[in-house]
């Protein structure tokens, strides 16, 4: 099953022998022996962010009756009639139905497309399908949120290199994870956020990471480029593949002092 995909997984805390330095002009020194992190000397000329996890600590309970309960109460207002257990059934279902029908390697959905053909075929009134879809993922969110923060040692950490151009890799939903960034102040700091809800994919695929360094100018020089998540197999592995130099988040704050 599609479990909890709004929410980034950790990785396997790994210890770091690195010193602490300055992020954007300190080298990624490759240590003897320390084969995990793999890096050459490189000069950072941007970096790369996950989001949650690594920016934002969250936790999400997208399965809970309670969830789909809201969800089914407020709908009634919307013209939609559906039971909160039926709801469920339905979401988890379509959600599981388009995973298989994608031809991607690791595929992804779009929830509020989901939500769109649930309330569509709900109705008990003329409805806008495509509003209410977004609308609907939005509540989705809140009702199943139990914890929304960001990290404050990522804030520093992103103040620490913030004359350097940094981006956000997400698997998120556009529809609800933007608003999350904005509410919490974290928007503004890059400049650009890359959501897996709008390729149809999400990470490890490497087209993602191709597409930041494209957008960042420096698919040319991905060595100069940092990954920094949480997540071994979603950040860090696929990042070295394609030639950039990668962190785990906990090691970033460790490197710049900040744990």
């Not at 997208?62 to 009634?76: D, F, G, P, Q, R």
Request: charge should be negative.
């Amino acid at each position: 099953m599609y479990s909890n995909y709004l929410r980034e997984g950790r990785g396997e805390e790994e210890n770091s022998h690195a010193s602490k330095r300055e992020l954007g002009a300190f080298p990624l020194e490759r240590k003897k022996g320390e084969e995990e992190l793999n890096f050459e000397t490189c000069q950072v000329k941007g970096v790369i962010f996950d989001c949650y996890m690594t920016l934002i600590d969250i936790h999400t309970d997208a399965h809970s009756y309670e969830t789909y309960e809201i969800i089914s109460n407020w709908l009634s207002y919307q013209g939609v009639k559906i039971d909160p257990e039926k709801l469920r059934e339905a979401y988890m279902l379509k959600v599981r139905e388009k995973m298989d029908e994608s031809l991607e390697r690791y595929p992804e959905v779009r929830v509020e497309e989901i939500f769109s053909e649930i309330c569509r075929e709900n109705a008990i009134w003329r409805i806008n399908d495509t509003i209410l879809g977004s609308e609907t993922a939005r509540v989705f969110r809140a009702a199943s949120l139990r914890k929304l923060r960001p990290f404050p040692q990522s804030i520093k950490l992103i103040e620490h290199c913030i004359n350097i151009p940094k981006c956000i890799i997400s698997n998120g939903q556009r529809v609800f994870s933007e608003l999350e960034l904005r509410f919490l102040g974290l928007h503004d700091y890059f400049d650009f956020v890359i959501f897996s809800s709008d390729r149809g994919y999400k990470k490890p695929d490497l087209r993602l990471f191709m597409l930041a360094l494209e957008r960042l100018g420096l698919e040319y020089e991905p060595k100069s480029v940092l990954s920094i998540g949480d997540s071994y197999e979603n950040e860090i592995n696929p990042a070295k593949k394609i030639g950039m130099c990668a962190m785990h988040i906990e090691e970033a704050w460790e490197r710049v002092g900040l744990k």
